[in-house]
């Protein structure tokens, strides 16, 4: 987990120092620097955890860059002599072959963001602020995307004073340490509760409990479709299957039950499947409050 944060901070922060402290040698060159290495940290702040690390820092970068790319263009200059030609064509195709392949991931990324139709509203499930972990309809800010009942599914996390999912000083196998474990976690509709579990152990770090992938979980029948809440702390159910639930009712806490690598919470909506069994339907399109919300999205 460390090395995915300092890959995170330290990329940025040395392709903007580059863009900052090295004198291009024309404006041309210069242009093709600064969209080539902003267009490899737009996919980062777009694509990339910063749960890991902090929202703060993802919110400093990119007004890093525009004064890294202002200070940069204000000191070019000509070359004293031509620089060499096999040098030239080098950064040429580096920066070129940068822009191609940073555009094709850039885009995939940024159609994760567009809003499905006819996605149902639901209340937010959590009180507090929280970030998305995964989110969208794109493989690429989204791990769900390509499992069919829950495509729209969404993974949300906790965010602690320092913009982070977690002490950063805390040790990755104590629950504690993460901001979401054990918080409240309310009915999002008005329904009917289909089924429950409650009984499944909460698992320390980076143990998996693939038999039981959604671990202890709450699912509703809101209308014509449900809603599955996941990934619940052990024995914190508060409803039983058969009860009629109301928007905001509690329903139990976060855990790390289940196939998860981490505490958070996992909800999606789906429908066409057996009543009471989860994984069995089409996945809905969600939205939360009226936002749709992807990877990095603070609620």
């Given at each position: 987990?460390?090395?995915?944060?300092?890959?995170?901070?330290v990329?940025?922060?040395?392709?903007?120092?580059?863009?900052?402290?090295?004198?291009?040698?024309?404006?041309?060159?210069?242009?093709?620097?600064?969209?080539?290495?902003?267009?490899?940290?737009?996919?980062?702040?777009?694509?990339?955890?910063?749960?890991?690390?902090?929202?703060?820092?993802?919110?400093?970068?990119?007004?890093?860059?525009?004064?890294?790319?202002?200070?940069?263009?204000?000191?070019?200059?000509?070359?004293?002599?031509?620089?060499a030609?096999?040098?030239?064509?080098?950064l040429?195709?580096?920066?070129?072959?940068?822009?191609?392949?940073?555009?094709?991931?850039?885009?995939?990324?940024?159609?994760?963001?567009?809003?499905?139709?006819?996605?149902?509203?639901?209340?937010?499930?959590?009180?507090?602020?929280?970030?998305?972990?995964n989110g969208?309809?794109?493989?690429?800010?989204?791990?769900?995307?390509?499992?069919?009942?829950?495509?729209?599914a969404?993974?949300?996390?906790g965010?602690?004073?320092?913009g982070?999912?977690?002490s950063?000083?805390?040790?990755?196998?104590?629950?504690?340490?993460?901001?979401?474990?054990?918080?409240?976690?309310?009915?999002?509709?008005?329904?009917?509760?289909?089924?429950?579990?409650?009984?499944?152990?909460?698992?320390?770090?980076?143990?998996?409990?693939?038999?039981?992938?959604?671990?202890n979980?709450?699912?509703?029948?809101?209308?014509?479709?449900?809603?599955?809440?996941a990934h619940?702390?052990?024995?914190?159910?508060?409803?039983?299957?058969?009860?009629?639930?109301a928007?905001?009712?509690?329903?139990?806490?976060?855990?790390?039950?289940?196939?998860?690598?981490?505490p958070?919470?996992?909800?999606?909506?789906?429908?066409?499947?057996?009543?009471?069994?989860?994984?069995?339907?089409?996945?809905?399109?969600?939205?939360?409050?009226?936002?749709?919300?992807?990877?990095?999205?603070v609620?």
């Amino acid at each position: 987990m460390w090395f995915v944060v300092l890959f995170q901070v330290v990329v940025p922060l040395v392709l903007i120092g580059v863009i900052a402290f090295t004198r291009q040698p024309g404006r041309i060159q210069w242009l093709l620097t600064v969209v080539a290495f902003g267009m490899v940290i737009s996919y980062m702040l777009v694509s990339s955890r910063w749960d890991l690390s902090s929202l703060y820092l993802r919110a400093v970068l990119p007004a890093l860059f525009l004064v890294a790319a202002f200070r940069s263009y204000r000191r070019v200059q000509a070359p004293e002599a031509a620089p060499a030609k096999l040098k030239t064509v080098a950064l040429w195709v580096i920066n070129l072959g940068l822009i191609v392949l940073m555009s094709g991931f850039l885009w995939f990324s940024l159609t994760g963001f567009r809003t499905p139709d006819h996605a149902v509203d639901l209340a937010s499930p959590l009180r507090e602020t929280h970030i998305v972990l995964n989110g969208g309809v794109s493989p690429f800010t989204n791990g769900h995307f390509r499992v069919r009942p829950q495509s729209y599914a969404l993974d949300i996390l906790g965010v602690n004073a320092f913009g982070a999912r977690a002490s950063l000083f805390g040790s990755s196998q104590n629950l504690e340490s993460y901001v979401i474990y054990g918080e409240p976690v309310y009915s999002p509709c008005d329904g009917k509760v289909s089924a429950i579990v409650d009984d499944l152990p909460d698992h320390i770090p980076p143990a998996r409990d693939t038999d039981n992938p959604a671990g202890n979980h709450v699912l509703i029948e809101c209308g014509d479709i449900e809603i599955l809440i996941a990934h619940l702390q052990s024995h914190s159910v508060q409803v039983s299957q058969g009860d009629i639930v109301a928007t905001g009712d509690q329903l139990g806490q976060v855990g790390n039950s289940g196939n998860t690598s981490e505490p958070h919470l996992h909800i999606h909506a789906e429908k066409g499947g057996e009543p009471g069994v989860i994984l069995d339907g089409s996945s809905v399109p969600i939205t939360i409050e009226g936002r749709f919300l992807v990877r990095n999205s603070v609620f």
